[in-house]
């Protein structure tokens, strides 16, 4: 599985930003698609998730602003993300969790995500 990402860069307080994930070599028919981050000198964290159906699971601090979608015929997964803080900063990257078994994580490479106050 590979997985290209893209759309970061640099943005105001308030400002809006839409990162793309297309995923290629996928195998597997049950998978959640997701982004999560790491800011500098912290751990990695989800941001969001989307699973085969379109459930859509958020962490708190994002709740309200961020909007995660899948296109399942083109395996890519979106994070609209709007009003953005300066906490947002972070790298952001893709992940595809494989449900069936074995459980399995692939990520990608990840897209700088720097919002300026």
């Known amino acids: 599985v590979q997985l290209q990402a893209s759309g970061g860069g640099l943005v105001q307080a308030g400002g809006s930003l839409r990162l793309s994930c297309a995923a290629s070599?996928?195998?597997?028919?049950?998978?959640?698609m997701g982004w999560y981050r790491q800011a500098p000198g912290k751990q990695r964290e989800l941001a969001a998730t989307?699973?085969?159906?379109?459930?859509?699971n958020y962490a708190d601090s994002v709740k309200g602003r961020f909007t995660i979608s899948r296109d399942n015929a083109k395996n890519t997964v979106y994070l609209q993300m709007n009003t953005l803080k300066p906490e947002d900063t972070a790298v952001y990257y893709c992940n595809i969790r494989r449900l069936n078994w074995p459980i399995t994580d692939y990520w990608g490479q990840g897209t700088l995500v720097t919002v300026s106050s």
């Open positions: 989307v699973n085969n159906f379109g459930y859509t």
């Open positions: 070599g996928i195998t597997f028919s049950v998978y959640t």
